[in-house]
């Protein structure tokens, strides 16, 4: 919207991304595989296949179910203003800013079968995990077009998360010498 001559913009966004793993077939308990097997005469590990029976029990030391679900969320606000603060040859001097605030927290939830480290396939156990942080961000930015063909753009950001921030400045420069031929130039971190 427009408020006298600034312009605004406000906006609010969640992203929230759920996923959730099971296995089907294939991914055996070990430490039940291993008793199984341990000491059975039936088991012959150079025989092209087992006897139907010991294939079933190897079977049934399936893990089958839930492995892991696990749920990622973002909240943002972002605002923005712009301004026309006076007028160049080559057109308005403008002046924008804005801010965000972001707000980020992920959930993982492995199944006890998971925690344990029992389920062949899938490495080592994975814990619980729980965490959030809250970011925020400021800029500014002037546009101004000293000429018709000659443009400057200056601005400036810092982010700043728990345990680290960052500002980062910006110049860049546009020379339009003719409508077919422009040259651009910048310089930032």
């Known amino acids: 919207g427009t408020l006298k001559d600034w312009d605004y913009d406000a906006a609010y966004s969640r992203n929230e991304s759920v996923v959730s793993e099971s296995t089907q077939r294939g991914y055996q308990n070990q430490t ?14 150079f025989a092209a296949q087992q006897s139907p029976a010991l294939a079933a029990q190897i079977m049934a030391t399936n893990y089958n179910g839930n492995i892991i679900k ?3 969320t973002t909240d943002a606000i972002d605002l923005k203003v ?9 057109g308005a001097l403008a002046f924008a800013a804005g801010v965000t605030l972001r707000r980020e927290s992920l959930d993982l939830k492995p ?9 062949s396939g899938y490495g080592a156990a994975v814990l619980p995990f729980a ?13 101004a077009p000293f000429l018709k063909m ?10 700043h998360y728990p ?13 339009k010498p003719l409508d077919q031929l422009a040259f651009r130039g910048a310089i930032g971190t």
């Open 150 to 159: 000659l443009e400057a753009d200056l601005s400036v950001r810092n982010d």
């Open 32 to 45: 039940q595989l291993v008793q199984l097997l341990s000491g059975n005469d039936a088991f012959n590990p």
């Open 82 to 90: 712009q301004h026309d603060l006076a007028k160049l040859p080559g």
């Open 131 to 143: 965490a959030s942080r809250t970011s925020h961000s400021i800029y500014g930015e002037i546009d």
């Open 70 to 72: 696990s749920s990622l």
């Open 111 to 119: 199944s006890a079968a998971y925690q344990s480290g029992d389920v």
């Open 163 to 175: 345990t680290a921030s960052s500002t980062n400045p910006k110049l860049s420069l546009k020379f």
